[in-house]
């Protein structure tokens, strides 16, 4: 998005300081930021002020602050985050006219940045579209998202992530949804709001926040996610294997790597399309999108076509084969009970001869001592041999980082690992050492 010095200094109140340079989007990490874009410094476990010269040498065009300013263009703020937010607000009115009726907000416990992806791929190849980065889902990377959209723009695809109460409702202030998406309710997060009642109550806010003539999309698998029918003066459509659901997966057939090919009953005609990832669960997040390229008016079966070709963000049922012919499912990026049990159940379903999962710590859990040993039971029950990696929280003796690469190393052509944790387990690291 281009916008000039004196915008950013107008929307955020701030007061601007040398010259009114043109700008084109916006960053908060110094090491990735393009020429003439407006550098935000946000104070976190480090001050991004101590950065702002690295970005003024990188090419920043301009920067926030809330500190003296360190010459060139600067717009000094009371706070860099805050004016963030406002900027972001900002840049969504400013595209108010060209994405009217095709702004979309995904959420859920589970599914939330595979299904974003789904749907930037069935709408993206029929209008020109703007999803969140990987997982730029909060206070941070929602705003940016808006700012580093083209100026062409014709719809905003923005996931939401949810870390306590309120936070989803601050991020629809600022995107303003036409289409809310809501993936699931599970464990997930707990610890912050007290229970999967309070997820749901949290995630509850997407759809509270769509006015009348927006359309809510939920999962009608999920008994809590569908109770939100009654949370939202939207239009309301369900998607799932339900009888009920007006999105409904007829059929889902499952090669042997686990990648779906699936019939669809739509309001629109009966759809067909196929996964290059594993995982009847990731079949479902693509009903998601369907749905809304209906809504959007889009033709259903050119996004169906392109569901095919989604380019989903990294660590996320990635299938990698490595070099002694084993298969690699790198879904690494993050853990909680619900998606744990979906990704060992589409491991089950690969057709190999050993199967064996790789599982770091679920973080974030009211109840981690029973979530972690369910998911060892469970791991029994489908005949998955269980390697728990840097914990001992799934009730069997944990090994270190080179004894799981040791183990994996083992694994031969005919063989499948999932490699599967939260976020500060870290298994990227194991994956890299079983595929390099």
């Keep these: 998005m281009r916008l000039m010095a004196a915008d950013v200094a107008k ?6 300081v040398g010259q009114n340079a043109h700008l084109s989007g916006v960053s908060f990490d110094s090491r990735s930021i393009r020429p003439g874009q407006l550098f935000v410094p946000i104070i976190a476990e480090r001050d991004g002020h101590e950065f702002i010269a690295d970005a003024l040498k990188a090419g920043a065009g301009a920067y926030l602050t809330c500190r003296e300013p360190q010459g060139r263009t600067a717009v000094v703020v009371n706070d860099t985050l805050q004016a963030l937010l406002q900027l972001g607000s900002w840049g969504r009115t400013k595209l108010d006219a060209q994405v009217a009726g095709r702004v979309v907000g995904v959420t859920g416990s589970v599914g939330k940045t595979s299904t974003k992806d789904f749907i930037a791929a069935a709408v993206g190849n029929q209008l020109r579209v703007c999803a969140s980065d990987k997982s730029f889902n909060n206070d941070q990377g929602l705003p940016i998202t808006v700012l580093n959209a083209s100026d062409d723009v014709q719809a905003l695809v923005l996931e939401m992530g949810m870390r306590g109460f309120g936070e989803i409702s601050r991020l629809c202030a600022i995107a303003r949804p036409h289409i809310g998406v809501v993936t699931a309710v599970a464990e997930a997060h707990t610890e912050r709001v007290g229970g999967i009642e309070g997820v749901a109550r949290a995630k509850a806010e997407l759809v509270q926040a769509l006015d009348a003539s927006g359309t809510a999309i939920l999962n009608a698998d999920d008994e809590r996610v569908a109770a939100m029918r009654g949370s939202t003066k939207a239009s309301v459509l369900t998607y799932g294997t339900s009888a009920a659901a007006d999105i409904r997966m007829q059929s889902c057939d499952l090669d042997d790597l686990a990648r779906p090919t699936v019939t669809v009953t739509t309001p629109w005609g009966l759809v067909s399309f196929s996964l290059a990832v594993p995982g009847k669960h990731m079949a ?28 989903l963000s990294p660590m996320r049922m990635n299938v990698i084969r490595n070099n002694s ?37 679920m973080a974030e859990l009211a109840d981690p001592e029973h979530e972690h040993r369910e998911i060892a039971a469970l791991a029994q029950r489908l005949g998955i041999e269980l390697v728990a990696v840097n914990t001992d929280a799934y009730g069997v003796a944990g090994v270190d980082l080179a004894e799981a690469v040791k183990i994996g190393r083992e694994l031969i052509e005919g063989d499948a690992a999932l490699v599967k944790g939260s976020r500060v387990a870290q298994l990227e690291r194991l994956v890299e050492q079983l595929t390099s």
């Design 11 to 16: 929307a955020t109140n701030g007061v601007l």
């Design 284 to 311: 479902m997040n693509a009903l998601a999108a369907i749905a809304v390229a209906g809504v959007m008016g889009l033709d259903v079966q050119l996004a169906a076509a392109s569901l095919r070709e989604a380019q």
């Design 325 to 361: 012919g084993a298969v690699v499912v790198d879904d690494a990026y993050n853990a909680n009970p619900s998606s744990m049990a979906a990704a060992l159940h589409s491991l089950q379903s690969m057709n190999a001869k050993r199967r064996i999962a790789f599982v770091g710590l």
